[in-house]
């Protein structure tokens, strides 16, 4: 695939300072910027200043000028007014005004890991020992920016522009609301779904198992625990575990691991989920604000 992983976030908030100590507490590495760094992707996410909170820019990775030529020709079929210099092509998403830029980028390289090995009924394959994950120690850092969703009033719009004018493709989609895209092997980089305004969701960050995942979120609620919002849980669509936590703005910050890889688009089925699949295969009851927001709905009350 052309296009290979999301390279970087900006993200608006009305009060940037204590978001920015939410992230240190998640695990992300400041950087000399002012910036947040993953452990293998380098400076994913940065934070400026807006009245609400938003996805100011998407970065993705393409692999040469070959690509970004083809990007800056498909939008331009969009009508999409572009800018395209030697290693970059920025357009704006017209109805979520979401800064995108397709750049020449390294394809993610992550540090190796390897599995624990796992006792089962009938399957003892760790003996006279202690499981290796509750001798974990240290902070839990996420590998890379894994995927982002975002809110559109116009869901049908902002999904074409992503899908025919920058190149993502569909992996399933949420009978009439959302739809799950990928720039990469992995099951989905973006989810574009139906909102009363534009917003950012959540984003989602990329953990090597699921005890990464409970360390991951021991360590950010023990600063504060009214961060939680949902987990733990397994989703259906991706199939990877979850845990969302809340950002002082009102972002929603996922860990996740463990989800598809779609690598050979022949033998990928996309699927029209229109039940509760579409929310999970297992976890605690939805809250409600997971769904919409309470911030968003009063805004969207007010409009």
Not at 224 to 249: C, E, K, M, T
Request: overall charge negative.
């Amino acid at each position: 695939m052309a296009l290979h992983r999301l390279t970087s976030i900006e993200v608006g908030v009305p009060d940037p300072e204590p978001v920015a100590a939410f992230y240190r507490d998640f695990g992300l590495e400041p950087t000399a910027s002012g910036g947040f760094a993953t452990r293998d992707g380098g400076e994913q996410l940065r934070l400026v200043t807006t009245p609400h909170r938003r996805l100011v820019e998407l970065g993705i990775g393409a692999e040469d000028a070959d690509d970004l030529d083809r990007v800056a020709r498909t939008l331009a079929a969009l009508d999409v007014e572009t800018h395209r210099d030697q290693s970059r092509v920025t357009a704006v998403e017209p109805v979520t005004s979401t800064r995108v830029v397709v750049e020449i980028a390294p394809r993610y390289a992550p540090a190796p890991w390897e599995p624990d090995p796992l006792n089962a009924p009938g399957h003892a394959a760790r003996r006279n020992a202690r499981a290796a994950a509750v001798l974990r120690d240290g902070t839990v850092r996420p590998s890379k920016l894994g995927h982002v969703v975002l809110g559109s009033p116009d869901q049908a719009a902002t999904q074409r522009f992503f899908t025919e004018g920058i190149g993502f493709r569909i992996s399933d989609e949420i009978t009439g609301i959302a739809a799950f895209l990928r720039c990469s092997t992995e099951h989905h980089n973006l989810l574009v779904q139906d909102a009363p305004l534009t917003y950012l969701h959540h984003t989602s960050w990329t953990l090597a198992d699921v005890d990464e995942i409970g360390r991951g979120a021991a360590q950010v609620l023990a600063a504060d625990p009214g961060r939680h919002v949902w987990g733990l849980g397994r989703h259906w669509i991706g199939s990877n575990n979850f845990w969302y936590l809340r950002d002082p703005a009102g972002n929603f910050a996922e860990y996740h691991s463990d989800l598809d890889v779609i690598d050979d688009d022949a033998t990928w089925e996309p699927g029209a989920i229109a039940d509760l699949r579409a929310l999970y295969a297992w976890a605690p009851p939805v809250p409600p604000e997971f769904i919409l927001p309470n911030d968003i709905a009063a805004r969207a009350a007010e409009a």
